[in-house]
């Protein structure tokens, strides 16, 4: 894959609302999925009434990834929006800040919106790098603010 | 620990956790990661790296737990940012640290802010970063 590139059309959407996505009606499945792989012990849910668990801080943003075809998928396995669309390179995880704003509950609906705050260019030791900032609401379907997520993605 | 027994500069007790290309797959269930990075060696070996990248989100969680431990309460985490500084990946040995940099006040509650760092085994810096925790 060669990169980085960038859009003029990616550009011009710095400052504006570029991703809407609502969750399906978070599963008590999932937090078992979401406990397990963190290292935990699904099993802790057992004989708990749903209106009882305790969901893991940063579930919020695993309930929100959306599902994908394989079809849709970039060569790597990446998300074409990653970021924003009209961005393409590599990626790697630069930076992220989780903020907690409220709990999430088996049955909640999740609403994330994603606001593109910025796009730089710079040139690295090892060639050009763009990294793309966004910033991100998660909203409950009684349209309580949750959680906020803010990250920055290396197009290299 | 109590609110009242924490104090500027205490360091919460460490702990470690090694994941492994299942533990990868486990996350990657959890949280749809397609990212070929992360479950397919041989795509990670062509981008240089040893084995499969350990996600970033994962490591966040690790931190949560680092905090979890040291608190008591699962749900103490208010804040958590991160930056990553160097990639691990299945099999490195990480070890999740923290020291306490401030007291205060947080919607009525005492909350600590904590500096926080996982490393590797060789000292590697993976994660820097910080948290805002509730005190029980």
């Not at chain 1, 992220?96 to 593109?116: I, N």
């Not at chain 2, 062509?46 to 966040?60: C, P, Q, R, Y």
């Not at chain 2, 979890?68 to 985490?77: F, H, L």
Request: proline content about 4%.
């Amino acid at each position: 894959m060669s990169g980085p590139t960038v859009s003029e059309e990616a550009r011009a959407r710095v400052g504006t609302v570029t991703a809407r996505y609502r969750s399906d009606p978070v599963s008590v499945r999932q937090i078992r999925e979401y406990i397990a792989a963190t290292g935990g012990r699904p099993e802790q849910l057992d004989n708990v009434d749903d209106s009882s668990i305790c969901v893991p801080p940063l579930f919020f943003h695993a309930a929100c990834r959306p599902v994908v075809a394989e079809e849709n998928l970039l060569e790597d396995g990446q998300y074409s929006f990653l970021g924003v669309e009209g961005v393409t390179g590599r990626t790697m995880a630069g930076a992220h800040k989780y903020e907690v704003l409220g709990h999430v509950h088996p049955g909640d609906v999740l609403t994330v919106t994603e606001h593109l705050a910025d796009i730089t260019e710079k040139q690295g030791r090892s060639g050009a790098l763009v990294f793309v900032t966004t910033e991100a609401t998660y909203h409950n379907q009684h349209d309580v603010l949750i959680g906020r997520y803010r990250q920055t993605v290396i197009f290299r | 620990m109590t609110a009242l027994s924490v104090a500027v500069g205490d360091v919460l007790t460490p702990f470690s956790r090694t994941p492994t290309r299942m533990t990868m797959f486990l996350f990657g269930v959890a949280y749809w990661t397609s990212h070929r990075l992360h479950y397919d060696v041989e795509a990670a070996r062509a981008e240089g790296f040893d084995d499969v990248v350990v996600t970033s989100n994962l490591l966040s969680a690790y931190n949560v737990e680092l905090l979890s431990r040291w608190t008591g309460d699962p749900q103490c985490v208010v804040e958590l940012e991160e930056r990553n500084v160097s990639p691990a990946v299945a099999g490195d040995p990480l070890t999740m640290t923290g020291r306490v940099l401030s007291l205060g006040d947080h919607h009525g509650g005492r909350a600590a802010r904590c500096a926080l760092a996982i490393v590797k085994d060789d000292g590697t810096t993976v994660v820097e970063g910080s948290a805002l925790v509730l005190l029980p």
